[in-house]
């Protein structure tokens, strides 16, 4: 088992009991980048409240935070404390995400932008905690002042070293103090817009978390920032260099070796590691599934596919052939990773189409709706009674291996509705499975929520009223969910054998002849 593999199943099996405990909608774990937004709100909302009570000379520095902390504990020290601990959990956060990105493979290919964008991110992240330790000029500032310009100064940027400024006490200037709360709003503001980019190839990107989880966190952080607040070490003092000082391992984690190892090794280490990162979407380089593809013939430009698309990879443009609508469907292959998520959204997909070949407005070239019509004909054939189901499986989750009766999909919201009735109708099967992934997060982000919507009958294309709602079954498995799978079509199976023959039902054989369905 490659260690991609290793590490996807292991956090769909830590992401399971947390399902359990928060429900797939509140899994935190689902939530890495939505609670990352809600950190840097709390970091921002806090630090504005922080500057009312901060002094931003040199001088003061150090007694107005040590003042907002003690005599003001209960709202300016709770903000410091918060402000802190917000940007400690952002930092975790922000890395297990990127980790669980990489694990999950949804970085690669024409998926390649948000990693590329969140890249600088983690520069930002790390940039705007540095310059606010420096700010409160204790002796950890002091500290962290010292190395971090002795580490900038073997850069061949600054004319002067920059590390003078904390030579003696005289040498440290307010102007540069000041440098360094620009720096402190600067960067962080850059983040911000960094952090806009990173969702731009995204379809209404979630950025705030459930109302319920956002609550909780937040309560947590207060239940924290209380407990521990947020200490002072002493002021800080050139005079002397500070021989013990407490690190914030999140933010200042690295520091510790930046003492040890030559600059020269650290600016090594930085590069080689951005440059890895920048280049991992096309480690190994992969051939990437041919991208949707519009036939005009059948788009009436009901904008469907547009709003369906998980990757903003369909915009609607003027009518180019002359048809009597204003807009047709038009796909970017850049950005398409053909997840077949519009082909299930368009209204001409239907499977039923008995006159000339079937196409629909937007298919994918590798895998068109007439293929999937025939894989399913032909998985039927592999079905035996009572009781035979048919799964349409995501290739993501538990039902990922091929196996009889079983059409794997490269996202389950790829099979219109009118498929599910395809299959019962015309005899294929007595049910069908939708075996999508985790219920907690789609691989394609809202291939699940579409299905359910769809079958529920609240989004385009709707499930048909005629097709018996017993007869499907919608179950959310992640890769380490086999047994729970099996568990579910086995009892599946059984329910649907001891059902009423459903009526109407007439076959493939009948369909030829032309004969109208009555239904
Ligand atoms: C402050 C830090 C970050 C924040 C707030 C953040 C936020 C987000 C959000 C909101 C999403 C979209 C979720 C959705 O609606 O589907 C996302 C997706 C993603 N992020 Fe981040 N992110 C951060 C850092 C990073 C970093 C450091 C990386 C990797 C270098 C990264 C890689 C990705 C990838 C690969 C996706 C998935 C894109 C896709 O589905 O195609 N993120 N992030
Ligand atoms: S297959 Fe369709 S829904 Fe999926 S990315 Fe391409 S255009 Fe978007
Ligand atoms: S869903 Fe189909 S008909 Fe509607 S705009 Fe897209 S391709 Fe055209």
Not at 9 to 31: C, H, S, T
Not at 308 to 314: K, L
């Amino acid at each position: 088992m490659g260690v991609r593999t290793a590490l996807k199943r292991g956090f769909d099996r830590v992401e399971r009991p947390l399902d359990r405990l928060f429900g797939p909608d509140w899994n935190p774990m689902a939530n890495l980048g939505t609670l990352s937004w809600l950190m840097f709100w709390i970091v921002t909302a806090t630090g504005i409240y922080l500057f009312i009570f901060f002094d931003t000379g040199v001088v003061n520095a150090y007694q107005s935070v040590k003042w907002l902390s003690e005599t003001h504990w209960l709202h300016a020290g709770l903000a410091r404390s918060l402000h802190r601990y917000a940007s400690d959990f952002l930092v975790l956060l922000m890395l297990v995400h990127m980790v669980r990105e990489w694990a999950f493979d949804r970085y690669r290919g024409k998926r390649w932008f948000s990693w590329i964008t969140g890249v600088p991110v983690i520069w930002f992240v790390y940039m705007s905690g540095i310059t606010g330790y420096w700010l409160v000029w204790d002796e950890l500032a002091q500290y962290v002042a010292l190395t971090t310009t002795e580490l900038l100064d073997a850069l061949p940027f600054f004319a002067e070293p920059i590390a003078r400024n904390f030579l003696t006490p005289a040498s440290l200037s307010g102007r540069f103090f000041t440098l360094m709360v620009f720096l402190h709003i600067a960067i962080p503001l850059l983040l911000l817009l960094m952090m806009w980019i990173h969702i731009q190839r995204i379809t209404a990107a979630r950025t705030m978390p459930p109302r319920g989880l956002s609550v909780l966190t937040l309560a947590a952080l207060v239940i924290v920032s209380f407990a521990m607040p947020a200490v002072l070490q002493g002021p800080a003092d050139l005079a002397r260099f500070p021989s013990t000082v407490g690190l914030d391992w999140f933010i200042l984690g690295l520091y510790p070796v930046i003492d040890l190892v030559p600059p020269s090794v650290i600016w090594t280490g930085a590069l080689l590691f951005t440059v890895l990162m920048f280049g991992l979407p096309w480690l190994p380089p992969r051939k990437d599934k041919a991208a949707a593809e519009v036939f005009l013939d059948f788009c009436n430009g009901c904008t469907r596919c547009e709003a369906d698309c998980p990757y903003t990879a369909i915009t609607m443009v003027p009518r180019s052939d002359g048809a009597p609508f204003p807009q047709e469907a038009l796909v970017d292959p850049e950005r398409c990773v053909a997840c077949g998520i519009c082909m299930g959204s368009c209204p001409s997909s239907t499977p039923f189409r008995r006159s000339g070949p079937l196409i629909t407005g937007i298919d994918l070239p590798g895998r068109p709706l007439s293929k999937l019509r025939e894989e399913v004909i032909a998985a039927s054939a592999d079905l035996a009674g009572p009781g035979r189901v048919m799964t349409l499986a995501c290739e993501h989750g538990a039902a990922a291996a091929p196996e009889k009766g079983r059409v794997i999909l490269p996202c389950v919201a790829m099979a219109p509705p009118s498929l599910f009735d395809f299959i019962l109708s015309r005899d294929l099967a007595d049910g069908v499975c939708i075996a999508g992934c985790a219920e907690r997060e789609c691989h394609n982000r809202v291939g699940a929520q579409w299905t359910k919507e769809r079958i529920a009958r609240t989004r385009d294309p709707l499930l048909r009223e005629r097709v018996p709602r017993d007869r499907l079954l919608t179950l959310w498995a992640g890769p380490t969910e086999g047994a729970r799978l099996d568990e579910a079509l086995a009892g599946f199976s059984k329910d649907v054998a001891a059902l009423e023959p459903m009526p109407g039902k007439r076959s493939l054989e009948t369909d030829a002849t032309g004969e109208e369905d009555p239904r």
